[in-house]
């Protein structure tokens, strides 16, 4: 034991540094990528767009983390979970949402626009901040999603 301690004391120091990244992301708020709409009584219909059918969940939690959300749009594709957009206004709001981003899956690569991603797994993660209008979207989006939108056309 007295040999390996030092090997422990660098591993333990370099998990420290460097936050394990997932895998996968499996689902979002406990809904799972492919969940069936019919499972989700609490959805209300919004609109349709580039093939896909959005809702919004019914008392959904407006935060994340500490950061106020303006809203959270969930995507079907044939009554299937394929997607999940949220968006939130201001700098403070999105600074708190790319800091918990980077805290949970790590360091991103940058887009040319600004914004950045991470492809983890079959989900694409991917943040935007307009400073003109200081409007912050975060996506979620499965493979069958990414096939339906044109990201630069969320709302």
Known sequence: MKKNFPLLV???LVLTIYPARA??????????W???LDSMSYMKFVKELDGLRYYVKMNDRMYMGD???DWIRYAFE???LVGVILSSRGSENARLILGLLR???GTPSKRNNGGYYWPIGKISLSYNFNLHNERMFVSYLSEPAISHLILSEFW
């Open 103 to 105: 805290e949970a899956y």
């Open 34 to 36: 492919g969940q069936s």
């Open 23 to 32: 895998d996968a992301i499996e689902s979002f708020r406990g809904l799972r």
């Open 67 to 69: 950061a106020a959300l």
């Open 78 to 80: 044939s009554n299937r």
């Open 10 to 12: 660098v591993l333990l």
